[in-house]
């Protein structure tokens, strides 16, 4: 799986945006950005994932930049609850039956009250 | 409502017992994974199983771990000899057709003494 790059941490207001940016240069054509989390003890939870456009769901929105070498996944207004480690993962579709997810580091988003 | 449970929540064995986890998915899914997470380091993959077989295993899946759906529900994860280094969270993941969304279970916190 390609590589990402993410901040090892940021930090937020509560009620305010929050952009969490990742780097992915050597991305290829078949590659979705997929965005995950995890919260204090608990196991990942999936945010959004997109391949060329820009994506809206209710948690989230995913900016995908246009030579697809980063993306930004943005938390329109951001609550105590969305303190977590934000995973940004490429994941090939290319085929084949495994699609298992490689975990970085993550981003440490903390919210502050 | 969760995709899918695992059992236990947390164990506690002695090095050389062996365990078993199980995960139960909740709605039909097609493809199971196993993860697991070091206290304080990455979420890492163990294995996937699709169609009754492994479809894919990393490193860490050694011949002390195997994995089974032997009644075509809950989905298990044996690790015959447990060592010190195999104490983690341990989290099942599945999904369905489309292959592009993975759920996560709890996990269960398996400490090896």
């Known amino acids: 799986d390609a590589k990402t790059t993410q901040p090892n941490s940021m930090e937020s207001n509560e009620e305010e945006p929050v952009h969490l940016p990742c780097n992915h240069s050597t991305i290829s054509g078949t590659d979705y950005i997929h965005w995950y989390r995890q919260l204090p003890s608990q196991g990942p939870e999936y945010v959004i994932h997109g391949l060329t456009s820009n994506v809206n769901n209710r948690m989230a929105s995913l900016a995908i930049a246009e030579d697809r070498k980063s993306s930004t996944l943005i938390l329109h207004r951001a609550t105590l609850r969305d303190a977590a480690v934000y995973y940004c993962i490429l994941r090939d579709s290319g085929g084949g039956s495994n699609y298992k997810l490689t975990f970085g580091k993550g981003t440490l988003l903390t919210v502050n009250p | 409502e969760p995709e899918v449970t695992q059992t236990p929540s947390h164990q506690v064995t002695q090095m050389g017992q062996e365990v078993i986890l199980r995960c139960v998915p909740i709605?039909?899914?097609?493809?199971f994974y196993w993860y697991r997470q070091i206290l304080g380091q990455k979420v890492e993959f163990l294995v996937s199983f699709y169609n009754n077989e492994i479809s894919e295993k990393s490193e860490i899946f050694d011949d002390q771990f195997s994995v089974e759906r032997p009644d075509g529900s809950n989905f298990t994860l044996k690790i015959r000899s447990t060592k010190l280094e195999d104490s983690a969270m341990y989290f099942c993941a599945v999904s369905g057709d489309t292959q592009e969304t993975q759920y996560f279970g709890p996990g269960t916190r398996l400490l090896v003494l």
């Open positions: 709605s039909n899914h097609l493809y």
